[in-house]
Each structure stands twice: as C-alpha cells, then as structure tokens.
C-alpha cells in the first residue's frame, strides 16, 4: 500500500521543487463535465474541477482527464454471512497481544480450542479469496483497537 501524503501549497513550498519528474495525487471533486469529445481536438473526459480547500473560480479551464491516471477510493465489499460468522468467532476469541494466535487458534480448529459447528461449516466452503478478505477485515479491526 503506497502511503500518502499532504504537502503544504498555500505557500511556496521547496518540496514540490524536489517533485518534478515525479507522479503526484491532486484531491480535486469534479464539478461537471465540459466536454464530450463531440469535436476534432476536442478531450474526451473533460472535467470542470473545485480544487478541495480552494474557492470556486470563475476561470474555468477543462481538465482532460483522458490523459491522467484517475484515482478514487475503493468501497469497501460487504462480507458474506459465512465469512461474518467467521469474523465475529476471531474478534470474540482474541488471544491478549497476540493476534496472529488468534489466527492460529482459528486454523487448528478442534486441536486448541472447540470451534463453534457453525462457524466450522462456513469456513469449509471459503475460497483463497474469502479467506482473505476475512483477514483484511480482522486486521482492519485490530487498527481500530489497538
């Protein structure tokens, strides 16, 4: 995961300098759109934007979007019933510090500690992919925690 961070602009700022050559990520909404393509030269995806923290202006210029790699934030994929089932068991049966026991204790099943049947029945019909989607969720929890 890249880790993203703001810098400063409403000044001159030295570390933009520094950027040149290098890809950056502008939050921007957009307001609405400008152009269709209808005409020769004419972008394709052309946006009227509102930079965030910036007031709307009466110079409107159209952005091509076209020619940018466009960014948005992923929505989140509601979990299944089986794989809530699942989740709930490994947030309710926490190991103290130790969540990657967690994690194991779940896998050992009916070695450590006596898995509920249901919960047992629901990870026999999980995929690589199920499987880790419930990870990314149980570690989501943990940074919500810890």
């Given amino acids: 995961m890249v880790k993203i961070e703001n810098i400063q602009t409403k000044s001159y700022s ?3 300098d520094s950027m040149i050559d290098e890809n950056v990520f502008i939050k921007a909404k957009l307001v609405k759109r400008l152009t269709y393509g209808e005409y020769i030269g004419e972008p394709n995806n052309g946006f009227e934007l509102n930079f965030v923290n910036d007031n709307p202006s009466d110079d409107v210029e159209a952005i091509d ?3 940018a790699d466009v960014y948005i934030e992923a929505s989140e994929k509601e ?5 809530k089932l699942i989740l709930n068991w490994l947030i309710e049966n926490p190991v103290e510090d ?4 967690t994690i194991a204790n779940f896998i050992a099943g009916n070695k450590w500690v006596q898995l509920p049947v249901d919960v047992g ?3 026999g019909h999980m995929t690589g992919k199920e499987d880790i989607e419930i990870m990314e969720a149980f570690v989501k929890h ?3 925690i810890i």
């Fill in 14 to 16: 030295k570390i933009l």
């Fill in 65 to 67: 979007l076209g020619r």
């Fill in 79 to 83: 979990l299944t019933k089986e794989q």
């Fill in 98 to 101: 130790a969540p990657m026991m």
């Fill in 121 to 123: 029945n629901a990870y």
């Fill in 142 to 144: 943990l940074k919500e």
